[in-house]
């Protein structure tokens, strides 16, 4: 992905690969946290604008420099994230990878 997005006016829709409908999302969300965070998996989702919308817009690069001075904030957004797509995380231990 190319970065970040915030809503500020309008109403998206959230889709999953198959086209099911998830969710809707409107000023105050954003998304496309997903590939920022894990860079590495397929596209999860797709969001469709359902009204006129004003979107902000972060940046990969800026995205990077706001968590490497915030991580706290990252594992914020990443507790989220595991908490909408329902899945617990696993901690790796250095000394035995589980």
């Not at 915030?6 to 954003?30: E, N, R, T």
């Not at 894990?38 to 420099?65: H, Q, S, Y």
Request: with cysteine.
């Amino acid at each position: 992905g190319d970065g970040m997005y915030f809503i500020i006016k309008g109403q998206v829709g959230v889709y999953d690969a198959d086209h099911s409908f998830l969710g809707g999302k409107g000023p105050g969300d954003y998304f496309g946290e997903i590939t920022m965070v894990f860079p590495n998996i397929p596209r999860t989702g797709w969001v469709i604008a359902k009204t006129f919308c004003v979107l902000a817009m972060l940046p990969e690069p800026d995205f990077r420099k706001v968590f490497q001075n915030c991580p706290e904030k990252k594992t914020q957004m990443v507790e989220r994230m595991l908490q909408f797509c329902n899945v617990r995380p696993v901690l790796l231990d250095s000394d035995n990878h589980q």
